[in-house]
C-alpha cells in the first residue's frame, strides 16, 4: 500500500496569486497523478508527474498553468498559477505502485487540498 | 475514447435495503474496473476492484463483477447500513492507456435508518 500526503488541507488564496500543493508518498510509486475534483463533480485528471521530466498534461490543462514538478520517486508539487474563483475546488494527489508491470494496481489518493479563491 | 457511464444519484434507500449501483464502460482494450469511495469529508479509497472478465470484486459486503459481453462492472450489496452513506465512483484503467483512471461522475448515496 501507499500513504500520501498533502499540504496544505485547505487554503483561501487571492485572485492573481499562485499556490503551490506539496503531495508526499510514503514509498516509492511508479506513477503520480494530480486530479482536480469540483463540488458535487467527479473527478478530472489534470496531468501525469513524470519523474525527472515535463508532466503529461490532459486536453484542457497547460503547463503555465499547473506547473507540476516530480524531483523523485515519493515527492511532487502541483502550482495552481495566477488563480482565479474557478479554480476554486479540490486538487487530489494520487499513485500507483505497479511493480508486477501485468495488472494495473490500485490507485491510492491524497486526502485532498481545498482551495478556495475570492 | 474510454469512457465510465454511472447512474445518476443521488440514490436513497432505507437501512437494509438491497443496493445496485449501474456502471457501464467503453473500452478500446482490456480495462481493469474498479469502485472507489469517498466518505463524507475523506478522500477516496478503493472499494473493490476486478482485473479480468468474470472476476468479482467484493469488500465490506459490496460486490461487483467483471462482465464483458455486457461492458458492465454494477455494485451491488444485499443490506445497506447508514454507514454506507457516501459518494461512489466508478472507474476504469487501461495499461494501454499509461495506467491512467478513467471515473464515472459519481453516485452519492444516502441510507436513511
Known amino acids: 500500500s501507499a500513504v500520501i500526503s498533502q499540504k496544505p488541507s485547505r487554503d483561501i488564496c487571492q485572485r492573481g496569486t499562485s499556490l503551490t500543493i506539496q503531495c508526499q508518498v510514503d514509498s516509492q510509486v511508479t506513477m503520480m497523478f494530480w486530479y482536480r475534483q469540483q463540488p458535487g463533480q467527479s473527478l478530472t485528471l489534470i496531468a501525469t508527474?513524470?519523474?525527472?521530466?515535463?508532466?503529461?498534461?490532459e486536453s484542457g490543462f497547460v503547463i503555465d498553468k499547473f506547473p507540476i514538478s516530480r524531483p523523485n520517486l515519493t515527492f511532487s508539487t502541483l502550482t495552481v498559477s495566477n488563480m482565479s474563483p474557478e479554480d476554486s475546488s479540490i486538487y487530489l494527489c494520487s499513485a500507483i505502485k505497479n511493480p508486477s508491470g501485468m495488472y494495473v494496481d490500485e490507485q491510492f489518493f491524497g486526502p485532498g487540498t481545498r482551495l478556495t479563491v475570492l | 475514447g474510454d469512457s465510465v457511464t454511472q447512474m445518476e444519484g443521488p440514490v436513497t434507500l432505507s437501512e437494509e435495503a438491497f443496493l445496485t449501483i449501474n456502471c457501464t464502460y467503453t473500452?478500446?482494450?482490456?480495462?481493469?474496473l474498479f469502485w472507489y469511495v469517498q466518505y463524507p469529508g475523506e478522500g477516496l479509497q478503493l472499494l473493490l476492484k476486478a482485473t479480468k472478465a468474470d472476476d468479482k470484486g467484493s469488500n465490506k459486503g459490496f460486490e461487483a463483477t467483471y462482465r464483458k459481453e455486457t461492458t458492465s462492472f454494477h455494485l451491488e450489496k444485499g443490506s445497506v447500513q447508514v454507514s454506507d452513506s457516501a459518494v461512489y465512483f466508478c472507474a476504469l484503467s487501461d495499461l494501454n492507456r499509461d495506467d491512467k483512471i478513467i471515473f464515472g461522475k459519481g453516485t452519492r448515496l444516502h441510507i436513511l435508518p
Open positions: 473500452a478500446t482494450g482490456y480495462p481493469s
Open positions: 508527474a513524470n519523474q525527472g521530466s515535463e508532466a503529461t498534461y
